[in-house]
């Protein structure tokens, strides 16, 4: 008979137990088994564990980008069905899809992103291509909505001929209708799937369209802005309440272009309503009120919009040089650094950069900044100093005039580009035409300072004291704290034979900014002009102090206090 083993051992110790082994340990293996067992199986086991987390997290992606496809709020773009003359040109149903996708696809990019805009309550649509028998994750995602019976939203039409030239028409369909999204002819394939591109943005966001109108219209002289302002009413009428002061606040700036400064402030106020947390506007507004002269509102408005606190690189930017224009200059450079901390390659934040440094008069580096935010596609001249004016505060005349005609170039006689040609042309001895153009600047912005104070130094080198003292004056009115203009309005009275009026004026541009160097050197020299050498030294010597310092750039970064220990 056979004998049954026992399966406890007479040590006490299981025998499956011991067969199974020690636990997996990084040691020696256990039992006699040897190294190479036991690594092998350790090994295995890693690899095991691997593998699974590799499939875990692969399976974690999938899972997640399904979930993403199917709340994204997505429109379908549907191949265009086309006449068989295009067929047979490459033009197939698919390829006049994907070119017209391609189209809303470039009109999206030059577009600014305005990352404040993520916030809003519902996102616009974003367009997919419907391409059949394509193996995506978008098709295993319209898969499982369908199957489910998720409404969807399809843009479809047709090209047909009509003479010579091509019809497109777009419809939109959905669950329970079908609508025309626009019927546009035209000889040319790509301007017909351009305009159909632009009919497919007013659908899914009219915030981009505006802007794509806006650039185009800008460049018109004057500027209606026709086609920004019927989209921005489209916007508004159609859009949620988070877009609204968004949509008014562009309305503002497009009736700021067209000079109705007075209804700009009203269309501010109302965005200012809709938008309270929002601190451009009030800097908007801030704008509109110095063009009108209304210099105390306008400088309530900008420490208003420094109240509210600001987290995008774009609105820090902004922040920074509005408090820049307030002559707060620690202020204004803290914020320009922190835009740049948060947005090292933003061009808002490095035009603030160049804002902030062209008003400590760091001229360099205030042009270097300036340069870097032109590469990287800064175009607004309200946001950043022009840079014909740092080159002919450089006195770089050549450079400075190419950048005005730049200037002009792209955006039009503009007011701002106006006065940046005027002190271009002055920087190189042409005082007679900058002062047409400070004239022009001037009537298209009769609250321009910085024109009133260019204006004032042409007619100051053309030996007009008396007409160049009333607009040093002017200047002065607009702005309290200008240094420049104060320094030329003794100029003026040293040209009209006032020298003894002149050092009381030096002295005021010293008090409201003592980084400019031409105050104390003007003082020392109406000073050495009246036999007071003993006084004007020192002033010459604080002058080379002062100058010195202004040469040395300043860190993009704050350099930390170091605290003292005590003992």
Known sequence: MQVKRPLFRADG???MTARIGAPLMFGFGAD??????WLAQNLSALLTILVSVLLLAALAVLLFGIVREIRRNA?????????RALDTRGYSPAVVAERLLDALSAMQRKAPTLK???GIESPPALVDLEVPARFSLQAIVRFIQRLVRIPESHIGGEITCEGEAYELTLRRRDQHSVSIVGVHRNVDIGGLLAEGAEDVLRLIDPWILAHHYFAQET???????????ATLDHMLLHSNVAERPWALNMQGICLMRQRQFSQAIERFRDAAAAGPRLPFIHQNWANALDLLGRFDEARAHRVRALDIPARTPNLIANNAINASLLHRHSQAMGLARRALTLGPEDSRAWSAWGYVLFGLHRLEQAATASERAMALGARDMLWSPPLAMVYAALGRPEKALAAALDEIERAGETEEALKAMGFARLAAGDARGAVSNFEASLANAPGAGDAAYGRADALLALGEFELALAHYER????????????VGWAQALRGLGRTREAPARFAVAVR????YPPAYRGWADSLIAMGRDAEATPLLERAEVVERRNRAPLPLRSIPIKRRKFG
Do not use: K, W
């Not at 429109?75 to 006449?83: G, K, R």
């Not at 460049?219 to 302002?229: A, K, S, V, Y």
């Open 13 to 15: 110790r299981n025998r």
């Open 32 to 37: 006699g088994q040897g190294m190479l067992p």
């Open 75 to 83: 429109v379908f773009l549907d191949p265009i069905d086309v006449p």
């Open 116 to 118: 404040e805009l993520l």
């Open 219 to 229: 460049r018109e002289q004057p500027p209606e802005f026709t086609r920004t302002l």
């Open 475 to 486: 200047a002065v009115a607009i702005d309290p704290f200008y240094p420049q203009a104060h």
């Open 512 to 515: 409201v900014d003592s980084a």
